[in-house]
């Protein structure tokens, strides 16, 4: 059965295989990957980056709506969602939002 529930950073930094809602992640250089891709799509370059908390981040989980216990779960993570790679990653302190013109 799976737990669903949130773990802490503490918990999950102890695994490094784990599987949420039917999907099987590896931790990689700190970043859950699903370990359905292909070893040449987990490269940072070849994935659309999403801020965590961030208006485009909603629109996914919007379109998307399964993807929500994945994330909160592992926050940190590269999988893919409707044939394209996606890399949802927590903002780097003292980074303006992306609304910011400066």
Request: net charge neutral; charged share 30%.
């Amino acid at each position: 059965k799976e737990d669903l529930g949130r773990s802490t950073t503490k918990e999950t930094s102890k695994l490094s295989r784990i599987r949420v809602k039917g999907r099987s992640f590896t931790l990689v250089k700190g970043i859950w990957t699903e370990d359905s891709l292909a070893r040449n799509e987990t490269k940072k370059d070849k994935a659309t980056s999403i801020l965590l908390w961030s208006k485009a981040y909603f629109e996914l989980i919007a379109a998307h709506p399964e993807l929500g216990p994945i994330v909160a779960r592992l926050q940190e993570v590269m999988l893919k969602v409707a044939g394209k790679i996606i890399l949802i990653e927590e903002a780097v302190e003292n980074c303006p939002p992306e609304d910011d013109p400066n």
